[in-house]
């Protein structure tokens, strides 16, 4: 039953990791085309792209960090995610709300946020059990 949860906890790690830095990859290399899925003109609205790639590089560094062999820093990249992704999507949701961001693109950014604190909370248990 353990390596069932380890691999259950791998797969939800390598998952996360996987999201992340798609994403993040995207907002670095391709910001307008990000900044265009989400409803934002990137030819008015300039700032978006800097911010889609502080996004990026971001996104690209914690997911990294969770497919290095360093355990310490796995297990710490782990401890903050469901942090991380809460909040991520809390700030989507407030966007939306308050008409920063369109709705749906809101929606959008939250789901995958929130699909991203559950993959880490699965991660983060599974670690945690395993280091027990």
Do not use: W
């Amino acid at each position: 039953m353990a390596r069932k949860a380890d691999r259950a906890g791998d797969y939800s790690r390598i998952a996360l990791a996987s999201i992340r830095l798609f994403n993040g990859i995207a907002a670095l290399f391709v910001p307008a085309t990000l900044a265009r899925r989400l409803a934002v003109d990137p030819e008015t609205n300039r700032a978006a792209l800097y911010v889609l790639r502080l996004f990026g590089v971001r996104t690209i560094l914690i997911g990294a960090q969770l497919l290095l062999r360093n355990e310490g820093l796995r297990a710490h990249s782990l401890r903050v995610a469901p942090v991380i992704h809460a909040v991520d999507a809390a700030a989507a949701l407030i966007a939306g709300e308050r008409g920063y961001l369109p709705l749906r693109a809101a929606t959008t950014a939250a789901l995958i946020s929130t699909v991203n604190t559950g993959l880490a909370v699965v991660a983060q248990k599974r670690g945690a059990e395993k280091s027990r």
